[in-house]
T-cell receptor, first 113, second 115 residues
């Protein structure tokens, strides 16, 4: 069975500050990890994914995440927050068959001017 | 390239009724997954269809059923609606399993309200 836990349902940062959204996973098989973003009244958009290989993954809009197996973590970061980053962020995990993606509860990011 | 589309965008039903939600997958994708996203929560996996057959199911009762058609579009049917079925229903399409794991591309969702 697989699951993810997102620490912090709400995160607030100032524009230009570092963004750090935390995700820890549990998986009995090698995990494939994803970060999605959801804007109000919209579907989910993929930010980045980790499958195999390099543990530091770069995504769209300046986001990146590092897979740390020893810590079972896949935290999302961005060096400098922009107002347009305000949204709901979801971490997700699946296995090689990709037929049961498990999402975290989400973290709402607020960016203050 | 057309993305994932869902219809209708909004729907209001009463308890006990039945509902059908529709999804058209992205061009070239033959796998469709359905998720339920309750307000303030993350999406919960309902089931996945691959080549017109169910290929994995989450912890949802049998009154949640689905279909996939030869053109890879899909329907989600919910019978005997309950108040707790009120949610955003998301459809996602992806490329064939067995290859490298690809991301799932999500549609905008159907907002179902059960009164």
């Amino acid at each position: 069975a697989q699951s993810v836990t997102q620490l912090g349902s709400h995160v607030s940062v100032s524009e230009g500050a570092l963004v750090l959204l935390r995700c820890n996973y549990s998986s009995s098989v090698p995990p494939y990890l994803f970060w999605y973003v959801q804007y109000p009244n919209q579907g989910l958009q993929l930010l980045l994914k980790y499958t195999t290989g390099a543990t530091l993954v770069k995504g769209i809009n300046g986001f990146e995440a590092e897979f740390k197996k020893s810590e079972t973590s896949f935290h999302l970061t961005k060096p400098s927050a922009h107002m347009s980053d305000a949204a709901e962020y979801f971490c997700a995990v699946t296995g090689a068959t990709n037929n049961d993606m498990r999402f975290g509860a989400g973290t709402r990011l607020t960016v203050k001017p | 390239e057309t993305g994932v589309t869902q219809s209708p965008t909004h729907l209001i039903k009463t308890r006990g009724q039945q509902v059908t939600l529709r999804c058209s997958s992205q061009s070239g994708h033959n796998t469709v997954s359905w998720y339920q996203q309750a307000l303030g929560q993350g999406p919960q996996f309902i089931f996945q269809y691959y080549r017109e057959e169910e290929n994995g199911r989450g912890n949802f009762p049998p009154r949640f059923s689905g279909l996939q058609f030869p053109n890879y579009s899909s329907e989600l049917n919910v019978n005997a609606l309950e108040l707790d079925d009120s949610a955003l229903y998301l459809c996602a399409s992806s490329t064939p399993r067995g290859l490298a794991v690809h991301e799932q591309f999500f549609g905008p969702g159907t907002r179902l309200t059960v009164l």
